[in-house]
Every structure is written in structure tokens, then in C-alpha cells.
């Protein structure tokens, strides 16, 4: 809804009056500017939904179950921001390597459709992507789609996440409207899902 408006540097304070509203028993980092401590798996892009967002949260009473943690989150929440489910970790962070998104078109042509399906069957897709440092760099995206599935108006990609070859959809659909000359065109984007390498539900 409305907080996919909502940055993710926003969504870290969101996060801390939620937890101090919550009378939440979170850890606390040490030193002369504390702060609660909370980490987002892979930070949201402004303007995308998400279904499967991961928080990790330290707890420091070991009487406070995860159900307990489920109810006192979504007693303070807004309606925009559901929490569905709390379990220990079973993986770490860095074992994150895919995303799933769901890229919904407005009334796709046929002739859209199969220049769609064009683009993702191509060998070797590249596109320039921005440096940490701030230039600009060739890539080749093609071998960091794992998949791509056009169904009617949506179109599921699956792309590799993390911090080292992250790809974010709107460089694929930009290097898409580029290449196979389309003109821009309206679309939503939700992320639904994080995987390991194996692919397995990242917990």
C-alpha cells in the first residue's frame, strides 16, 4: 500500500518507534550512540511491495516467546505493515541469493508480449549498472536472471539478491525497453519472495 512510498532509511526509524511503542525487549548496540538493534535482509526499493520481508530482531528476555513478539508487533502496526511470522534464524544473511518479483503490467499487446519474451531469451543481455563508487560499469544480466515467466499481464522474475550481484528489476526493465524498443510503460513491482542458493524459503 501507501509505505511502499516510504524509504528504507525512513523504514528503519518506522522500525524503532514500532519497537519502542511495543514495549519490545530488543538488544541495544553498545557504546555512546545506542540505538535498537534490527537488520532488513535485503532493503526494499522505493516504491516496490513486499510480501516476504525479513527483519532480524535480537531479544533479550528469554521469556518472551516469538508468539508473543508476533502479537506486540502487530498491536502497534499500521495497517500497510502485516507481521505474519517469527521463527530463530535458520540461515545466515549472506546465504541470501535470489528474489523473486512480480512485475504487473497495465494490458500488454501481443506484439509487447512476444518482444518480452524475446528479450529474456537472449544469450547475453548488457546493460551499464552503477558503482558503490558512482560511475558506471558494462554487465552482462543475462546469467543473473534465473528466470523469467510472462503469465497474461505479469511477468515473474527471479534475480540474484545479496550484496555482491544484486540485480534490481528496474535496471532489467530499463535495459528491457531499451534494447527491444519499447516504449515506457506502466507496471508495479512486488517482491514475494527470498531464496538461499538452493532455493529454499530464506528464514
Not at 494490458?107 to 558506471?136: C, V
Not at 525497453?177 to 510503460?185: G, L, M, S, V
Amino acid at each position: 500500500g501507501r509505505m511502499k512510498f516510504v524509504s528504507h532509511l525512513d523504514m528503519n526509524r518506522f522500525m524503532t518507534r514500532l519497537v519502542n511503542k511495543g514495549k519490545i525487549p530488543i538488544w541495544f548496540t553498545e557504546g555512546f550512540n545506542q540505538h535498537a538493534y534490527f537488520n532488513f535482509a535485503v532493503p526494499l526499493t522505493l516504491g516496490f511491495e513486499g510480501e516476504y520481508e525479513i527483519l532480524d530482531l535480537r531479544i533479550i528476555d528469554p521469556n518472551y516467546t516469538n508468539e508473543q513478539l508476533l502479537a506486540d508487533l502487530n498491536r502497534v502496526s499500521i495497517p500497510d505493515i502485516e507481521f505474519f511470522k517469527v521463527e530463530a534464524p535458520v540461515f545466515k544473511m549472506k546465504e541470501i541469493a535470489f528474489a523473486e518479483f512480480k512485475v504487473s503490467f497495465d494490458a500488454l499487446t501481443e506484439e509487447l508480449k512476444g518482444k518480452i519474451k524475446a528479450f529474456f531469451e537472449r544469450d547475453s543481455i548488457i546493460t551499464k549498472k552503477t558503482t558503490k563508487k558512482g560511475g558506471t560499469k558494462d554487465i552482462d544480466i543475462a546469467p543473473l536472471v534465473k528466470k523469467s515467466d510472462l503469465c497474461g499481464d505479469t511477468l515473474t522474475l527471479i534475480l540474484t539478491a545479496g550484496n555482491e550481484n544484486n540485480l534490481n528489476p528496474t535496471l532489467v526493465l530499463k535495459t528491457m525497453f531499451e534494447t527491444e524498443k519499447i516504449d515506457p510503460i506502466y507496471y508495479t513491482v512486488k517482491r514475494t519472495m527470498i531464496y538461499n542458493k538452493e532455493m529454499q524459503s530464506f528464514v
